[in-house]
């Protein structure tokens, strides 16, 4: 009577580690699109690829808001922060008029400052203007070039104001300083729609003769600081953003 061989043990799978390795590298693939859904690390650029903040950015809002941290509305839809969004164009800004003053050498003739809902570009009215004029020197043309260049990229709306100091203005083109400011304010708004390529529709003038002063008119110096062409970059609130987002999200579901 004859025996039957054992069956031999299966060959050994030698690949078997493909399939933990595919498994390793699923879960962190999985892991770094959820930091990445998560994190807010330019919140500039959440708010440029949402068409829907051109609206937002369109109406022109001047009350003041906190912003807050990015929440998550609309199934999921980041809504980024203003106040975050407006401390990155401040330094990005800052920087770029810090560079171009040290180039060609005017310093402390060209002042960044924040608000609450804008950050302003203000320059002294003797490196753009002549006293008691509303023309253009020699030489403001390639400020304004910059100040062009640096606001460009940005979508927001743009204030552009003249300011003068206390003192009447003595020159036959102006009867006061309201008309004085007021043509500086339209001059500069010209300038960066027509040579600066900004669009029309993002710009518009404000003139406020001497009734908003930032430094004391009693002084030489204080008169000179007063005596400004501004260019104030306008942001949203973060409840007008959040909205826009909102209706924008409403949209597309229908």
Do not use: C
């Amino acid at each position: 009577m004859s025996r039957k061989k054992p069956d031999l043990p299966p060959p050994e799978n030698h690949e078997r580690w493909i399939v933990t390795y595919a498994d390793m590298l699923t879960l962190l693939f999985a892991l770094f699109v959820v930091l990445w859904s998560m994190s807010d690390t330019n919140p500039k650029k959440l708010l440029v690829v949402r068409t829907s903040l051109d609206r937002a950015f369109n109406v022109g809002v001047l009350s003041s808001s906190d912003g807050g941290s990015p929440i998550f509305e609309n199934g999921g839809t980041l809504a980024p922060s203003i106040t975050e969004i407006k401390a990155h164009d401040l330094s990005s800004i800052s920087k770029m008029v810090g560079d171009f003053s040290s180039r060609n050498g005017v310093l402390n003739k060209i002042q960044v400052r924040s608000d609450a809902d804008s950050i302003t570009i203000s320059l002294a009215d003797n490196l753009v203007f002549d006293s008691g004029s509303a023309a253009l020197k020699p030489g403001a043309q390639v400020v304004l070039d910059e100040v062009a260049r640096i606001i460009g990229a940005l979508p927001n709306q743009v204030r552009v104001e003249g300011h003068t100091d206390n003192v009447p203005v003595n020159s036959p083109d102006f009867a006061t300083n309201w008309e004085l400011s007021a043509q500086r304010a339209v001059t500069v708004l010209r300038f960066l729609s027509e040579r600066g390529g900004l669009k029309p529709g993002r710009l518009f003038a404000a003139d406020f003769a001497d009734t908003k002063p930032v430094a004391d008119n009693s002084t030489a110096e204080g008169r000179a600081l007063n005596r400004r062409a501004d260019i104030v970059i306008v942001y949203p609130t973060q409840e007008e953003l959040e909205r826009a987002l909102a209706a924008s999200g409403s949209r597309k579901t229908k």
